[in-house]
C-alpha cells in the first residue's frame, strides 16, 4: 500500500494494493497493524456507508466533545472529499483539504479527530463507505458551512448542490465551535 502526507499534521491518502484478476479485483481496505504502521492510529468502532447521486453535497460535518477520526473511500462512483482543519493549535487551522475519490483510483482518505468533513458527488451514484474512531452522537454533531466564502473551497458544482436542512443550515467557520487541545 502507498502512503501519502498531505501538508496536514495526521491526514494521510492511502492507497491499498490492489489485486486485479479476470473475475474483478480485490483489496484490504484495512488491517489494523500495517495501518497503524501508516499513522492511522484510531481505534475504529463504527462503520458507515451511504449511497448519494449527482449534485448531492454532505457536509461539512464533525462531532465536538467526541470528535470521529474517518476512514473514508468510495466504492463506487467519483466524489470530490473535503475537510477543514478544526484544530485551533495546528498549523493548518481553518485551511480545506480536497481530493477526488473513486471506485477506480482505490484512494483512502484518513481523517485524524478534528476536521469537518464532507463530499460533493460527480458521478450519477456513488457508494461511500468509512470507519469511525467514535460512535455517533447526535447531540454533539456540527455542521460548517459548505459555502463559508472564508474557506474558499472550490467545489465543482454542476449547478446548485443538493442538501439537507441540517448543511442549509451550517455555521460559518468564525461561528463554529473548534477544538483547542489536538
Ligand atoms: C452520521 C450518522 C447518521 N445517522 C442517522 C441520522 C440521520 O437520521 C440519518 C442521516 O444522517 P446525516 O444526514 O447526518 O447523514 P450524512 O449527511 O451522510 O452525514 C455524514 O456525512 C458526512 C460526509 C460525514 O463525514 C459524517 O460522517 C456524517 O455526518 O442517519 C446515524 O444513525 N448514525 C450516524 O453515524
Not at 494494493?17 to 489494523?32: A, P
Not at 449534485?55 to 466504492?75: D, E, F, N, S, T
Request: charged fraction near 25%.
Amino acid at each position: 500500500m502507498e502512503v501519502e502526507q498531505t501538508g496536514f499534521p495526521g491526514l494521510l491518502v492511502i492507497t491499498p494494493r490492489v489485486f486485479s484478476d479476470e473475475r474483478g479485483f480485490f483489496k484490504e481496505t484495512y488491517q489494523q497493524e500495517r495501518y497503524k504502521e501508516a499513522g492511522v492510529d484510531a481505534s475504529f468502532v463504527q462503520d458507515n456507508a451511504s449511497r448519494s447521486t449527482a449534485g448531492i453535497l454532505r457536509g461539512l460535518h464533525y462531532q465536538i466533545q467526541h470528535p470521529q477520526a474517518k476512514l473514508v473511500h468510495v466504492m463506487k462512483g467519483e466524489i470530490l472529499d473535503v475537510c477543514v482543519d478544526l484544530r485551533k493549535n495546528s498549523p493548518t487551522f481553518g485551511q480545506s483539504y480536497s481530493i477526488r475519490l473513486t471506485g477506480e483510483n482505490h484512494k483512502q482518505l484518513y481523517v485524524p479527530p478534528g476536521f469537518a468533513h464532507g463530499f460533493y458527488v460527480i458521478s450519477p451514484q456513488v457508494d461511500f463507505v468509512y470507519k469511525c474512531g467514535d460512535y455517533y452522537y447526535p447531540e454533539h454533531d456540527r455542521t460548517l458551512l459548505w459555502n463559508d466564502p472564508e474557506l474558499g473551497i472550490d467545489w465543482p458544482l454542476s449547478g446548485e448542490p443538493l442538501l439537507s436542512e441540517k448543511d442549509r443550515r451550517g455555521l460559518p467557520l468564525k461561528e463554529c465551535e473548534v477544538f483547542e487541545s489536538l
